[in-house]
């Protein structure tokens, strides 16, 4: 009896993509559908479907290791408990492909967006993007977005300028992730072209005050995703750090949500299934969606914005300007020597450097660095001390 061939791996590829139709609710986006900006010739050999690609793409990415050293809220700190950048993607990605399943949407393109969201993200959180954005509005650069920025890691900085070419679908969640946004509805833009979300990366940096939607229900998962991963989170770090007290919390989003993390996150993310299910939208019902407005006040209140985690807002502003007109300064004396030399410039590609002026090789410079590397940047007697 003669031996069958085995099936060849792009035929086992489509039949994926067949599948999906089998699977999939009919809002979710099909990984056949994956646009890329450049043409690719996928090899026989290479039998992932789009974006599952995209996302190893991403966890290979440069960004993403550094994800490991940068601040989510609270920066220099010593404790190992508190939450960084690293372990928030994580907690968008379970929660979001959480939903996803539920809702029979497209994980792999949940999991791209949600890896990949916060790359362009500063060190030293929040607070480092105003300042660098102040100084990117200094140079005339336009205004700095991590979630712009975070697209232009991924199409224009990574691979020494090359780019991983990730699809149009992934790139749009990232940009549209906007998780300090709340909505207690959200429908998909769909049908979006790169030259839609060119106007919108370009409209972003100008300040304008778009109001950005994911083309696809997997975006519009994860951007509701975010906001259910970091507003418990945050609460256990601050309670940790003997900023508020779990009683504290508003008694009307306790009874609604709970007063954990664990609580939060299930009576949101359950919230979220049944009144998403079967719609062509994601949606919060009413009281839920008000509950969690009035935390996010709350979070915004007693701990962003408070005084005891803003002891070193100050240093860290000038230790961002320091590096800003350094970094600048090298690159008109061509300081081989710099760091912005031997660590940035002097692989990049041709298209990169002719299409970046120096403030902008700066900016791309300053936000994909950790922490720690920045603080190592700075003389000794600049660096505030770590806190306990």
């Known amino acids: ?50 974006y599952a690609v995209d996302v190893d793409r991403i966890l290979h990415s440069m960004a993403y290791s550094r994800y490991i050293d940068k601040t989510q809220v609270f920066y220099l700190i010593r404790n190992d408990h508190i939450t960084h950048r690293m372990l928030h993607v994580q907690l968008v990605s379970k929660v979001a492909r959480t939903i996803g399943r539920f809702l029979a949407l497209n994980e792999d393109l949940i999991e791209a967006i949600a890896i990949g969201h916060d790359i362009g993200h500063t060190p030293f959180g ?43 679908q992934t790139l749009d969640g990232i940009l549209c992730h906007d998780g300090e946004v709340h909505d207690q509805v959200l429908a998909p833009k769909r049908g979006k072209t790169f030259t839609d979300h060119d106007a919108e990366m370009a409209a972003r940096r100008t300040g304008s005050n778009i109001h950005l939607i994911p083309m696809s229900l997997e975006g519009c998962v994860v951007r509701f995703a975010d906001t259910i991963s970091y507003v418990g989170r945050d609460i256990e770090d601050a309670i940790r750090l003997n900023l508020i007290q779990r009683s504290d919390l508003p008694h009307a989003c306790v009874r609604q949500l709970g007063d954990t993390n664990g609580t939060i996150v299930y009576n949101l993310v ?83 450097l002719t299409t970046h002026e120096p403030a902008q090789i700066v900016r791309d410079f300053i936000a994909g660095m950790t922490d720690q590397y920045f603080l190592g940047q700075i003389p000794l007697a600049m660096r505030p001390p770590a806190r306990l």
């Open 270 to 352: 359950t919230d979220v299934i049944r009144n998403s299910h079967g719609k062509p939208h994601v949606a919060f019902s009413p009281g839920t969606s008000e509950a969690l407005r009035a935390l996010k006040q709350f979070n915004y209140d007693r701990i962003y914005t408070n005084p005891a985690i803003k002891k070193d807002h100050d240093a860290i502003g000038k230790m961002f300007e320091y590096l800003f007109d350094r970094f600048l300064g090298d690159i008109d004396r061509r300081n081989s020597d710099s760091p912005i030399y031997g660590s940035f410039i002097v692989s990049m590609s041709e298209s990169y």
């Open 1 to 50: 009896m003669e031996r069958s061939e085995p099936p060849s791996l792009d035929h086992l590829r489509a039949l994926l993509n067949i599948g999906e139709a089998e699977r999939l609710s009919n809002a979710a986006a099909r990984s056949a559908d994956g646009k890329r900006r450049h043409m690719e010739n996928r090899l026989e050999s290479d039998y992932r479907q789009s």
């Open 126 to 168: 929040h607070d480092g993007e105003r300042f660098l954005s102040a100084l990117c509005q200094q140079h005339g650069i336009g205004e700095f977005h991590h979630n712009v920025q975070s697209v232009e890691f991924l199409e224009l900085v990574e691979r020494k300028g090359r780019g991983w070419n990730l699809c149009l």
